[in-house]
């Protein structure tokens, strides 16, 4: 059974950074980890970053645009997203999501493009 498994949340303070993983496993195909999405308390899902399955580009939410960097290391099958200068209102629970088949350089930015999720993992950013 395919797994989609993230890594990498936590505690921090308002300004701190956090770097979240993401590698799939299992299964008998591969799943390609590329977006990250977030779920606040009493809010909606939300697309954070993604990245094209190449690597080669990524789109963003505006309100992480200039502090968050999402990238996908294809070697390794591995999303990341770098998280800078963090603030209260980027805490949620962060979902990294994979797809089994990709166009090389569309960047998916909906949820519904996304076949597999993972269980997600808390970041708290405490002012």
């Known amino acids: 059974q395919v797994q989609v498994i993230e890594s990498g949340g936590g505690l921090v303070q308002t300004g701190d950074s956090l770097t979240l993983s993401c590698t799939a496993s299992g299964g008998s195909f591969t799943v390609y980890p590329t977006a990250w999405f977030r779920q606040a308390p009493g809010k909606e899902r939300e697309f954070v970053c993604a990245?094209?399955?190449?690597?080669?580009?990524?789109d963003s939410t505006d309100s992480v645009k200039g502090r968050f960097t999402c990238s996908r290391e294809n070697a390794k099958n591995i999303a990341t997203l770098q998280m800078n200068s963090l603030r209260p209102e980027d805490t949620a629970v962060y979902y990294c999501?994979?797809?089994?088949?990709?166009?090389?350089?569309?960047?998916?930015?909906?949820?519904?493009?996304?076949?597999?999720w993972g269980q997600g993992t808390q970041v708290t950013v405490t002012s």
């Open positions: 999501a994979a797809r089994r088949y990709y166009e090389t350089t569309r960047v998916y930015t909906s949820e519904y493009d996304y076949e597999y």
């Open positions: 990245a094209s399955w190449n690597g080669i580009r990524t």
